[in-house]
């Protein structure tokens, strides 16, 4: 019970930290530039033209709605990140003490992918609220303003499926990460880290958390706009990643 506390306590200050890049990611991700491109070179010293970066676009946030509107949708992203994290950390006990076939990497593996699939279903709701919330920076609309409220708004107008909008490719997209990371994670475990070497534990768990950068951002990418973009996504991941190594749940 300790243990958990201690997951959401330092989960939720990931998130809070992590949120207004999160912000800005999705807010890129759904086709938003309010700011015109600029002139700038390329890696091969070519003229291009830029979209605005992660700090110039925080800046245009911070001139229309202030500091605080780079926080926006942060309470349903805390209440999913802490229900995920106990969901999660309830499921894999359930998990250790009734699975004892397979291989490890495939049992290990099947295990995170159940306790992270319960944590997502679970959680989905706020996450959907989360990304309205935010969204609506665009069309300068207030109709998503609390947890509550939004909870209502929306089972008044799609009901019970309405809160799990999404749910499949975010389902899939995160077993699929999943799998290719701690495959990726256990090739490198096993044939190019010497166990006589000092410090191995420590660098077993550093691989895994590259890789999980690594696979995310490649998921990811196809769906953002520019290099910076995905940096900005790299910089939210990075901690949950490297948090998931270590052994517990980051906020979603």
């Known amino acids: ?131 309205r919330c935010m969204v609506q920076f665009i069309g300068r609309e207030t109709k998503y303003s609390g947890v509550f409220d939004s909870v209502v708004t929306v089972y008044k107008e799609e009901g019970l499926l309405g809160f799990f909008a999404g749910l499949i490719p975010r389902l899939l997209g995160d077993v699929l990460s999943l799998w290719i990371c701690n495959l990726l994670a256990h090739v490198i475990n096993t044939y190019a880290i010497d166990d006589s070497m000092s410090h191995t534990g420590e660098i077993k768990n550093c691989s895994q958390a590259v890789t999980g950068v690594s696979v995310t951002d490649a998921v990811l990418c196809s769906r953002t706009r520019s290099f910076w973009c995905r940096t900005s996504w790299l910089s939210t991941t990075a901690g949950e990643s490297a948090a998931r190594a270590l052994g517990w749940t980051a906020g979603t």
């Open 1 to 131: 019970m300790a243990d958990t506390c201690g997951q959401v306590l330092l989960g939720s200050g990931l998130t809070v930290l992590s949120h207004p890049l999160m912000y800005i990611k999705v807010l890129i991700q759904v086709g938003h530039e309010p700011l015109a491109p600029t002139l700038g070179r390329n890696l091969f010293g070519r003229q291009v033209y830029q979209l605005p970066g992660l700090f110039a676009y925080a800046k245009h946030i911070m001139k229309i709605d202030g500091k605080a509107g780079l926080f926006k949708g942060i309470g349903p992203r805390l209440c999913a990140g802490s229900i995920g994290t106990i969901v999660h950390s309830n499921v894999l006990q359930v998990g250790h003490e009734k699975c004892t076939m397979g291989s490890m990497l495939s049992y290990s593996t099947t295990k995170e992918m159940i306790a992270r699939s319960c944590a997502t279903i679970v959680t989905h709701p706020f996450h959907v609220i989360t990304l």
